[in-house]
């Protein structure tokens, strides 16, 4: 069901709110909110296209001044472990969501409070920021969903909601994936967390199916909803404490949506199934038509994937699959370029350590497949929260170990990197989280806790900053930095901006810390 609630309950002005009163540093005035006073970095992947990739222009650093990254600010976010949401840079303004639910606007010169929101359950999700309305009457709305399955609009400049919509009624649904907002439409991508659940006998195993909503994005009301899975799940007999199972269910949206204007389609990529029958739109790459959602095509990179937690074990629970699958889901999403010769493709990592390039304009069909590690036991396979392309290559980090280039007309590993841990972090491996790119620099939070910036060309570390460290930060909260996982480092207008903490399924190490880094 798709329940709207409009704007009726207010922002709460951070310095004013008794849970949060430790902060001290409140921006003097509230600006005038204006995207095209600086460079900007919107949403999860910087655009669309989801490149990850920020030009000379936006970027303001130049590769040769990346060793000169220095501390210009830190702000502590009160009672956080995990710092989920990654940054969005707009206006001269950071937007970033946390696992308490709080979404802040800081400015990014300083780290001064506009404004914060409180949402419903943690975000996770990066905010997209679009214009409404136009003259005088227009304003600027922030996107943006949490793990409740709310999607919200507030006012970019004043925190104040605009709408809010509930667009999954199961009781497992999360929106993880950012939003992304085009000609006048939100697409809202939405999870699950049944996998967990699934395994216990005295649970109905399992009746979750992820979507895709489209909500207009002046009102939030519902345009169309497609579900990954077209089958609604049915009884599939009982387990032996009478509990009925069902099936199918799975293919959560775990990723921001692409999108392809020249097509007029999005892409997403699918998590696995958690029951018998298996779809075939399960780990798999779809295209949904952008006015009706209308699915153009599907391939599915691993078939007969079923998965559920805890069920790799030598008596696995009575719900798991008889034939556990390798839940090799697509946690990101595909990334669109066109290469020189006018080509356009769509390049995506599996949790698989396989790289897949597809042909939008060939019903998807796969162009290349690359294993990024040949020993996967050795180095770790996993692709997990997404990577970043440039012209020539993309770039993929691996759980637990390793980031690598990919050459982008034709597959061919360029060169792989396993950075060296430290004893104290050698439990902590691994580069799960999304890579980001400028003009000839690629940069990596770990799950170590260290960024690090790594040549573009041959894949040598050229910068590292430990953020595992305690911080005096400018709003007056005790803060550390930690792992780094779902969310990446942002780049925009000479500033690197990175969160820092991470507890995930891991069991990463917890942070509560905003960093901005600049060259000093």
């Known amino acids: 069901m798709h329940r709207l609630i409009l704007g009726t309950a207010p922002a709460l002005i951070f310095w004013a709110t008794s849970a949060i009163a430790q902060t001290t540093n409140p921006c003097p005035a509230n600006a005038r909110f204006d995207p095209a006073t600086s ?47 990654q940054p969005s840079v707009i206006a001269g303004r950071v937007f970033v969501g946390v696992d308490t639910g709080a979404v802040y606007s800081l400015d990014a010169a300083t780290g001064c409070v506009y404004w914060m929101f409180q949402a419903d359950s943690g975000v996770r999700t990066a905010v997209s920021i679009e214009r409404l309305g136009s003259g005088r009457a227009a304003r600027y709305a922030a996107y943006f969903g949490d793990g409740k399955a709310n999607a919200y609009a507030v006012d970019a400049a004043t925190g104040q909601q605009i709408w809010k919509v509930h667009v999954e009624d199961h009781a497992s ?48 009301k519902q345009i169309w909803k497609t579900y990954t899975i077209a089958d609604e799940p049915k009884p599939a007999g009982k387990n032996s404490n009478g509990v009925q199972r069902f099936g199918p269910a799975g293919g959560g949206v775990w990723n921001s949506p692409t999108i392809d204007p020249a097509r007029h389609a999005l892409y997403i990529g699918t998590g696995d199934a958690y029951t018998d029958p298996v779809p075939d739109t399960t780990d798999a790459i779809l295209a949904m038509d952008l006015n009706t959602g209308k699915i153009l095509w599907s391939v599915q990179d691993t078939p007969k994937d079923i998965w559920l937690a805890g069920c790799n074990g030598a008596t696995p629970p009575e719900n798991c699959p008889k034939e ?143 953020t595992i460290q305690d911080f005096a930060t400018v709003n007056g909260v005790a803060a550390k930095g930690g792992s780094m996982g779902a969310a990446g480092p942002v780049v925009a207008g000479g500033v690197v901006f990175v969160p820092s903490g991470y507890v995930g399924v891991r069991q990463g190490i917890p942070g509560n810390v905003l960093l901005a880094l600049s060259v000093q």
């Open 39 to 85: 460079a900007s970095w919107n949403g999860w992947g910087a655009g669309g296209a989801n490149t990850r990739f920020q030009d000379q222009k936006n970027a303001g650093i130049a590769a040769a001044d990346v060793p000169k990254l220095k501390l210009k600010w830190a702000f502590g976010f009160p009672g956080v472990k995990s710092v989920y949401g």
């Open 173 to 220: 649904a999360k929106i993880t994936g950012a939003t992304k907002v085009f000609e006048g439409r939100v697409y809202v991508p939405v999870s699950s967390g049944e996998e967990g659940a699934g395994p216990n006998k005295n649970y109905p195993c399992c009746t979750f199916r992820g979507s895709v909503v489209a909500l207009d994005a002046a009102t939030g």
């Open 324 to 466: 556990l699958g390798p839940d090799h889901d697509f946690g990101s999403p595909p990334i669109l370029k066109t290469l020189p010769n006018g080509k356009t493709i769509l390049v995506a990592g599996q949790k698989s350590g396989n790289v897949w390039a597809h042909d939008p304009d060939n019903k998807g069909a796969v162009i290349w497949k690359t294993a990024l590690v040949s020993n996967t036991s050795e180095f770790g396979g996993k692709i997990v929260w997404g990577g970043a392309a440039d012209d020539q290559n993309a770039y993929f980090g691996l759980g637990p170990g390793g980031i690598a280039a990919v050459q982008l007309r034709d597959g061919e590993r360029k060169w792989f990197t396993k950075p060296e841990l430290s004893p104290a972090m050698a439990q902590h491996p691994g580069h799960e989280g999304p890579l980001t790119a400028i003009p000839g620099v690629v940069f990596s939070g770990a799950w170590d806790g260290i960024l690090r910036a790594l040549s573009a060309a041959d894949g040598k570390v050229i910068w590292e900053y430990n």
